[in-house]
């Protein structure tokens, strides 16, 4: 509610601006960088839509802990290698198409859950520090991940396709071919406009997410978990069993972050075992920061803003590198640069705000 | 009643020194016990071990001020990395050789160290209470910042451009010629299979003996006093965000100083993602070593360094030696990360 | 008693949730999975093989298949529909149409059609058999090594 509050209250120009300032300078770049691009609108706006399709999902699943007060969930990883691990099986099966996704999903549901459970108990344990934890919670998972797939797979666990498995008899290839899914939801219900083909039937899993999440604020749960993100003393007062509910938020984040690699998958058609799921957590996290989200707020239009202007970044920066300097590595470099900036920045004011906040509570007590 | 407190002891003994200490330890003396087992030669072990402890020590070692000061783990020594790596580039473009290069590259890395870590000293300060993972970020954003940087700044010198173009640095840059193995080679014991880099554990000795000294001065002490209790040390007139930025310039500055000694070791420069993943093993190898996230000693950098890279060296050969395969960085990767994890779920910690 | 009552109802509603996505699941693997079916023109006991047969599954594009050849149709999911064209002695277009119905555990499956086209009214075991797939020994080391690099990811985002 804190961000319903805040906003009825009248707010200088400057407050505005530095309360905006990551999205403001995403406009800016973009502004400045779609001319010297020289991508035509047709091809931006198809590379928009497709990247909206796969990404939304992804970014939508970090709203929920948010909302329990456990800041920006970098343990989403944990999902996104859940949903590998179940496209890995499910391609072994020779299992395709929509069939093939949503088996996927279902298979990755109790590898999500029980991760999710182990990571928020683990953030329990780490209250006020729940993101440096998450982050990693995610590279030591990431270690156990690798355990699993690299030597487990074919030797203990059975994967029977010599396409997948390492000549050496165990463990699964550094790409994972998902020809027998690529786009199959995309092209579900084809539809073009000016050139660009849209994915219909991801963003209806999208919407239908979007309404799940409205939905859930206003659940029994949902409503407890604000009390949680406001305050966990207030909250435990009030009788709700704060752990609990705190690791139900990760729960539910990280099965919709399974998800959501699997829809992003399915999109990209190869599965790159040993790094897709590696950088998923910060990509979607900057895009989230980038929409004007703050670590204890955000909302559904933050998503949807944000991955826009990040991805719109993200497609023009290497060319922009090139016609500027002559070198696409450089742009490359840069919208790296501009991820990690932008979480750093991101953080950073989200800091300096809580502490003047503290400062003016005090103040006033 | 006797057994009663002797597992009292035992059980208070254990949680002192840490469950996944014992672990890792136990780990490490079984590797050297089944090591002639899987043909691997003990003393070659002990070598690989120490040529990484004094590869690493000082990066570790860049940890204790920050910790002091009640910064937290400073998972921002990317930055005090990158300040290295512009000593030790500008040390080659200008052409220095053998011991003083070695000098030289400490020499240009210290202006940026100071003024980069004191940059990033006042933005801690803005912070309180978040530092870790801004730090972590501001360590990545200034390695992908440098990533440009690297491309675009005036490097001419030719073993270090790129050929065909003649501008941007190259990813791995050779010291040979300049201060490779200056500190490796000095008084570099031998005796069979045994070889004991000397100079530049000697180094590290006189690092580590300046900062026992330096923390023991008045300002050392003020320093530990805004860490344990910063109401007390502002009370009795210490300015307690001049000593967190003093406390972040110390550990930027050596976060330099470890590259470089890194580097004289390794044998290569590596720039652009090369100082990305720097951060974690230092930090996990002082938590190894007892540390937690605001208490550090300087037995901790040695202890935690020793139990770190003995692991890292004995694991792949005895794993290979023994089982014909390699899981040895799927256990640098759980044990380092685990190591951190422990750390910041402690309960003695959950306060800060 | 209230609560006794309330968490019993929840339970078995978490456990007919559970089942019935384990259903969804098994369902999806059935309608899901690929088979290979290779349509096999040679000799089959004492049926010689057709100078040439279109063959058709579940109204695709005809595949011809000559004399002695051997082709292969990949489908997915259990139940289709066959479609068999062919000329017989009297230089008469004939067709069969059966309906398929394959095992789940099978990956490969062979499809003897000179048995089918001599026997059309035969149970399906007789034609459409298990057939053991050669392991298709991978020489090349192409992705056999390993990238675990976290930073590897930035490129291919």
């Known amino acids: ?365 | 009643m006797d057994t009663a407190v002797i597992k009292e002891k035992a059980s208070q003994a254990l949680k002192s020194f840490g469950l996944p200490r014992l672990i890792i330890t136990l780990f490490l003396l079984l590797l050297f016990i089944i090591a002639p087992l899987a043909n691997v030669n003990i003393a070659s072990g002990v070598s690989d071990m120490l040529t990484r402890f004094g590869m690493n020590s000082i990066l570790v070692l860049a940890m204790v001020p920050m910790v002091h000061s009640g910064c937290g783990l400073n998972f921002g020594i990317p930055l005090g990395i990158i300040s290295g790596l512009l000593g030790a580039t500008m040390t080659i473009e200008f052409g220095f050789t053998g011991f003083p290069s070695f000098l030289m590259a400490i020499l240009f890395a210290t202006p940026f160290a100071i003024i980069l870590g004191a940059g990033y000293g006042l933005l801690l300060n803005k912070v309180k209470g978040g530092e870790m993972m801004i730090a972590t970020y501001v360590g990545f954003s200034s390695v992908a910042f440098m990533c440009i940087m690297w491309l675009l700044l005036p490097y001419d010198n030719p073993t270090m451009v790129w050929g065909y173009a003649g501008t941007g640095l190259r990813t791995t840059i050779s010291v040979e010629g300049a201060y490779l193995g200056v500190l490796d080679d000095f008084l570099r014991i031998e005796i069979g299979h045994l070889a004991i880099p000397t100079g530049t554990i000697l180094f590290f000795a006189l690092l580590a003996l300046l900062m026992w000294l330096f923390l023991r001065t008045k300002t050392g002490t003020a320093m530990t006093a805004v860490g344990s209790n910063p109401v007390f040390a502002t009370a009795s007139g210490v300015s307690v965000d001049r000593m967190r930025t003093l406390s972040v310039i110390i550990s930027t500055w050596l976060g330099a100083v470890g590259i470089i000694v890194y580097e004289q070791s390794f044998g290569f420069i590596q720039l652009y993602m090369g100082p990305f993943n720097m951060a974690m093993p230092a930090v996990s190898a002082i938590l190894l070593g007892g540390a937690s996230v605001n208490k550090a000693s300087i037995a901790n950098v040695v202890i935690g360094t020793l139990l770190f890279q003995g692991i890292l060296t004995m694991t792949p050969s005895v794993m290979n030696g023994l089982i014909q395969m390699d899981i040895s960085e799927v256990i640098r990767i759980i044990v380092s990360n685990g190591m951190i994890l422990y750390a910041l779920t402690r309960k003695q910690e959950a306060s800060r | 008693m209230v609560l006794d009552f309330y968490k019993k109802r929840s339970f078995w509603i978490r456990v007919a949730v559970i089942a019935l996505l384990i259903a969804l699941g098994v369902w999806m693997f059935f309608i899901g999975k690929q088979h290979t079916i290779l349509l096999d023109n040679n000799r089959s006991g004492d049926y010689r093989p057709l100078d040439e047969v279109a063959v058709s599954i579940d109204g695709s594009e005809p595949l011809d298949i000559w004399s002695r050849m051997r082709d292969q149709m990949i489908v997915t999911g259990q139940g289709h529909t066959l479609t068999v064209t062919y000329v017989d002695d009297n230089w008469q277009e004939q067709t069969i149409t059966r309906e398929l119905d394959i095992p789940v555990g099978e990956v490969y499956m062979l499809l003897s059609l000179p048995y089918l086209i001599n026997n059309p009214d035969s149970p399906q075991e007789e034609w459409l058999t298990h057939f053991e797939s050669q392991a298709v020994a991978v020489t090349s080391d192409e992705g056999s090594d390993i990238v675990t690099d976290e930073t590897a990811a930035f490129s291919s985002f």
């Open chain 1, 1 to 365: 509610m804190r961000g319903e509050s805040s906003m009825n209250v009248k707010k200088s120009p400057k407050e505005l601006l530095i309360n905006n300032l990551v999205p403001i300078l995403f406009i800016l770049i973009c502004a400045f960088g779609i001319p010297l691009s020289g991508y035509s609108g047709s091809y931006l706006l198809n590379e928009i839509l497709s990247r909206l399709g796969r990404n939304s999902f992804l970014v939508l699943s970090l709203l929920i802990p948010v909302m329990a007060g456990m800041g920006m969930n970098f343990g989403m990883t944990l999902g996104a290698m859940a949903g590998q691990i179940a496209l890995i099986l499910v391609t072994d099966w020779n299992v395709v198409g929509i069939p093939a996704m949503v088996l996927a999903a279902l298979i990755s549901m109790p590898v999500s859950v029980f991760l999710g459970w182990l990571c928020g108990n683990i953030l329990n344990r780490a209250k006020g520090r729940e993101m440096v934890t998450g982050y990693i919670i995610s590279f030591f998972m990431n270690g156990v991940y690798q355990l699993v797939v690299l030597y487990m797979m074919g030797s203990i666990i059975p994967i029977s396709s010599s396409a997948l498995v390492l000549p050496r008899g165990y463990g699964i290839r550094n790409t994972v071919n998902l020809e027998g899914m690529r786009k199959s939801l995309d092209n579900l219900i084809p539809l073009n406009i000016f050139g660009a083909s849209v994915p219909v039937a991801t963003f209806i899993l999208v919407a239908i997410f979007c309404l799940i999440i409205i939905w859930f604020r206003r659940t029994k749960l949902g409503q407890d978990m604000r009390a949680v993100g406001q305050d966990m003393e207030v909250a435990r007062q009030a009788g709700i069993k704060v752990e609990r509910t705190r690791v139900l938020s990760i729960i539910i984040s990280t099965v919709f972050a399974g998800f959501g690699m699997i829809i992003y998958l399915q999109n990209i058609g190869t599965l790159n075992t040993y790094n897709s799921h590696s950088q998923i957590g910060m990509f979607s996290i900057a895009a989230l920061l980038v929409g004007g989200a703050s670590v204890d707020k955000a909302n559904i239009r933050n998503v949807f803003i944000g991955i826009i202007l990040f991805h719109l970044m993200f497609t023009i920066a290497p060319t922009v590198g090139r016609n500027l300097i002559g070198e696409a590595q450089l742009g490359e470099y840069f919208r790296v640069f501009v991820s990690y900036g932008v979480i750093t920045l991101a953080l950073v004011l989200y800091e300096v705000r809580k502490r003047r906040e503290q400062r003016k509570a005090l103040e006033e007590a």
